[in-house]
């Protein structure tokens, strides 16, 4: 591997952090419990992502799963115990997930997921709050909160930008488990690989983002597209200008351009 592990990390129990050829791989490791998300896991998440966002080494993160299920929710046993939990403790919970999405989705580096099994619930919020997905064909996605008397609250904050209204109320509202070309179809996965190829797939795409795309572009671009949907259009079309005229006066630009106009091959 590419990097050093700080003690932290290498403290992790959950979660594995590896870099190689500028991506960041940050493994769910609970295969035995089909990787499930409890409040430690979703704190180790944290942590390797926030490792990793930060890792000079890395240009593209990868999340992926150990096992056979890429996440299959809550907890069983974390779940009993919230049924001794009050409002406040309820709501601490709650938004110690909320932060985890939240950095993911506003996190400076493009975040790929490898999902090679079923995503549910908790678990398929992971899988969709990703830039891009990968999964197998053979994976099943859903949210099935209503099932329980639970509420699939804070991914649907994403799920509403990502793939709209109808197609949010009716994932959520039936508590349907899709199939992955449904969830291509609506656009809560990107792309379907081959079991077989789904890592060299994964691994192949990322280090296409990293030799032909520019970080900050790719930074820039993210930022803008998670701030301009909450703007109005004008507000957001002057946003848009204002970015787009930072962007020409930057390093990368002036670099890109550069070897577009020389016909150069332009490394990044």
Request: charged fraction near 25%.
């Amino acid at each position: 591997m590419e990097n050093l592990l700080t003690p932290e990390l290498e403290a992790l129990r959950y979660i594995r952090y590896e870099a190689q050829d500028r991506i960041g791989y940050i493994t769910l490791n609970r295969p035995d419990k089909r990787n499930a998300l409890n409040a430690d896991v979703v704190t180790e998440l944290k942590q390797a992502f926030d490792y990793a966002e930060n890792d000079e080494s890395v240009k593209v993160i990868v999340l992926r799963a150990a096992g056979d299920v890429f996440c299959a929710g809550a907890d069983l046993a974390y779940i009993q115990d919230l049924q001794g939990f009050g409002y406040t403790d309820n709501l601490e919970d709650s938004t110690h997930l909320m932060q985890l999405f939240h950095q993911i989705y506003t996190l400076k580096k493009v975040v790929i997921g490898q999902v090679q099994g079923h995503a549910l619930a908790g678990g398929c919020g992971l899988a969709a709050i990703c830039d891009l997905t990968f999964a197998v064909p053979e994976a099943k996605f859903g949210y099935t909160e209503v099932k329980i008397g639970f509420l699939p609250a804070i991914v649907s904050v994403f799920l509403l930008r990502k793939i709209g209204e109808a197609r949010t109320k009716q994932l959520l509202l039936s508590g349907d488990v899709v199939s992955a070309q449904t969830a291509l179809d609506m656009g809560l996965i990107t792309f379907l690989a081959p079991k077989e190829e789904l890592a060299s797939t994964v691994h192949a795409y990322a280090q296409r983002l990293c030799r032909e795309n520019s970080a900050q572009s790719m930074e820039v671009t993210k930022e803008m597209l998670a701030r301009v949907p909450e703007l109005p259009l004008e507000e957001g079309l002057r946003y848009a200008a204002q970015r787009n005229a930072e962007a020409r006066g930057s390093e990368d630009c002036r670099k890109g351009i550069a070897a577009f106009l020389n016909k150069e091959k332009i490394g990044w």
